[in-house]
DNA sequence: CGCTTCCTGGACTCGTCGGTCCAGAAAATT
DNA sequence: AATTTTCTGGACCGACGAGTCCAGGAAGCG
């Protein structure tokens, strides 16, 4: 009946492994082959804890490269209720995809799955959260007086996602941070300003 | 010796037809043999034309594309002088991808070359005039008084192309065009304010 | 008309990769 | 210890798709 921690290891490990590949030099394009090589496993157990195959095995590396994105930019994301908060924040996105170059592994990784109900899901609840997230920050700083409570949180959290986003896309292509920072700096100043409206 | 008016056609002919493609319902990776069943040619021409391959032949493909981006956003783009230009030019961008919906076909083009020199270039040739052009505007819009002089026009216009890039992408993950309103919308209307700074 | 060059068609090869199958080792359960 | 379940290894298969090759048709050219 069920599973046993050595067969819940083999899983984790299969996942870590995978996701590990995807990080490297050259991911593109994963095949079971390269999964099998990098863990230490055989196809049989590909399958037998994917019994869907390699679409099962891609959403649920996706899945966990999705919580990572959002991992990287804590304790930061969560509390951005000071403009130092934010501040550090802006940092870290800054840094995390500084770092990781032209290798987005999940872009890489979601190009790959045919587009298919449960690829698109992870994408939405990731961009959900992340966006909740600058949502609530926003809002936590109109309560404190800190930002114009006239403002549209949700509109602008929107935006500066959106900013971040492209940014990031922009990064992947050209190299440069260039246009992530100035749609970190300018999303979040725009934050201080609005009174200014009329 | 060369090409004869005929090989030219023909050749155009492989390029549209794979555009096609790639802009219907499920594009997914596109093969020669797609190609050569949807403009009626052999694989005898494909490689003829495109001695380089497939690589070659979809990098022609995304080039072509690239041209229509651009095009689309004409002739808005291109004389971003009023205010009327911006909004207008808002308008276009949000429809063409509101239409375009979850299909970008140079996304699931540029998914399918291995990152090589070739596609890279493709895409930064193309978001350097997008930029350009934003820029330029900018610079006259500022040349009227319509903009603040201090303002930096490049940064902005660096953060508008992000905020576009995101929005687009959200809205192929989402389905929803809100971001890219949201982008655009307080993209510009942050040049009209800023001169509230300090 | 003869000759060269370009264009077209399609049969063929060959590597890759997802997926299947089953035999047997290792644990768990009684 | 017996038995049932879970885990592991790897040989095998079949489909698909890129790229090769060459024979023959059309078009330019002296």
Redesign the pocket.
């Known amino acids: 009946?069920?599973?046993?921690?050595?067969?819940r290891a083999?899983r984790q490990r299969i996942v870590e492994g995978a996701a590990v590949h995807l990080r490297s030099a050259e991911p593109g394009?994963l095949?079971?082959?390269d999964v099998r090589a990098i863990t230490g496993?055989?196809?049989?157990?590909l399958?037998?804890y994917f019994p869907g195959?390699?679409?099962e095995l891609l959403l649920a590396v996706a899945r966990f490269e999705a919580d990572r994105v959002l991992d990287d930019q804590q304790p930061h994301l969560g509390a951005l209720t000071t403009w130092t908060a934010w501040r550090r924040w802006r940092d870290a996105v800054v840094a995390r995809y500084r770092a990781q170059g032209a290798h987005c592994p999940l872009a890489s990784l979601l190009g790959q799955v045919t587009t298919t109900p449960g690829a698109t899901e992870v994408v939405a609840t990731l961009l959900e959260q992340w966006e909740g997230h600058l949502r609530r920050g926003i809002v936590a700083m109109q309560a404190d007086g800190l930002v114009d409570a006239e403002l549209d949180a949700g509109r602008h959290a929107a935006a500066l996602l959106a900013g971040v986003q492209g940014g990031v896309q922009v990064l992947r292509s050209t190299g440069s941070s260039r246009h992530l920072e100035a749609a970190l700096d300018l999303g979040i100043d725009r934050l201080r300003r609005e009174p200014a409206r009329t």
């Open positions: 009946m069920g599973i046993t921690a050595k067969g083999t394009s095949t079971l082959d496993t055989s196809k049989g157990q399958f037998h195959g390699k679409e």
